[in-house]
DNA sequence: GTCTATATGTTGATAGAC
DNA sequence: GTCTATCAACATATAGAC
């Protein structure tokens, strides 16, 4: 699992990351990715993690904890992106372009957490909230889509909704088989991706 | 899927849910796609389908056993799909465009048991051969692929293997949202998604 | 901050009456 | 074929010593 250097101050705004949380963390996220939520118990997490059961509650409230913060780690850079500024400002075909691109490198970056946020069932919670966000994201890149035709610029005899879906499902995919390292460089694919997917629905 | 009670008339008094290993299935499969399977208890089951814990294990061995048959169910056209004949003879490039069309209507049709199939986690035996079915359906649809570009009919900037991946991430992702009845025809949707498919892909 | 030990509830599965 | 009652195993979480 990844270090983090511990004792440097960091700016104020956010609350400091504590390194064993943020250690617990990556591990949690990966065993989660892994076995699924409930699927995973604090039992495994133990063993993973090299703590004690009892340890682990040390670091974190509990297990539906472990899963929120490990959901954020996803879901913050991904509802960030919608704001980004080749998002937000030139012609919507341009900026679904650019939001394609950056969530494949999101999704590169931050694997096992997106991975988990897609995996997610709303058993907990928890778990409905994460749902919720994602649907949010998924109206939002709607929208974008839907001016993507008006601007005639994508095809019209796909609704914008179900091109939005489709788009993230090709890009979603990716954490299936996708290995940072193992496969092309996350700048790569994402251009391959992006590529094919605006021939797919371009006019 | 609804949970159909026999069609056989029942003897006077209260209509009591009568099932039979397949009416039974349907549940499980339907609360195994909304909860997850290792979310599910035999609780959850006994409440869906309005039979008391014990009798779930009158009709079948246990819950594991509910898992293998409901994967079945998804794996068995899906795995035949790839000998049909609209499949197996003609153009590469022709042979997936059938594909792509008559996995969409297997999933439309087999919602929930897709569902289930593209969400498992290797916990338990039974996952693990499931997700080592799948592996075989990808690997000939990657043959598939490469045909295709050896012919000239796919670009070939981007690997087969990874193209294969990206049409059946457009395709599985239906499950995340497609409803029958609720959204266009299973036809006409295969027919809108191999069309965007192929024209991203095509050379 | 770590551990062992344990409280308390839920799980998949079984026994046996009707 | 259905049920109630029950089990042993395992779940999350806590107590308290070091």
């Known amino acids: 699992m990844t270090s983090a250097p511990r004792s440097r101050t960091l700016p104020s ?9 943020d250690s617990l963390l990556a591990v949690a996220a990966e065993v989660f990715t892994e ?19 009892s340890s682990i509650y040390h670091h974190v409230e509990g297990k539906e ?5 490990a959901l954020e780690r996803a879901l ?14 030139g012609r919507a075909v341009d900026r679904l372009h650019h939001l394609i691109r950056r969530d494949v490198e999101i999704l590169a970056d931050r694997l096992p957490y997106v ?8 058993n907990t919670e928890t778990e409905r909230w994460a749902l919720d966000q994602r649907r949010g994201f998924d109206r939002r890149v709607a929208k974008l889509v839907q001016q993507a035709i008006d601007e005639g610029d994508v095809r019209s005899d ?7 879906r489709l788009i993230f499902g090709v890009v979603n995919s990716l954490i299936e088989w996708y290995r940072p390292g193992r496969d092309t460089s996350p700048a790569e694919l994402a251009d391959q991706i992006a590529s094919m997917v605006l021939d797919g629905i371009r006019t």
């Open 76 to 89: 913050d850079p991904l509802l960030a992106s919608l704001n980004e500024p080749d998002v937000t400002t």
């Open 158 to 164: 796909v609704d914008a909704r179900t091109t939005a």
């Open 35 to 53: 076995r699924g939520y409930d699927g995973t118990s604090m039992e495994h997490l133990s063993r993973a993690s090299g703590l004690s059961k």
């Open 115 to 122: 991975t988990l946020l897609l995996r997610v069932h709303g």
């Open 13 to 21: 705004g956010e609350p400091r990351p504590r390194y064993d949380q």
């Open 65 to 69: 904890q472990l899963l929120r913060l």
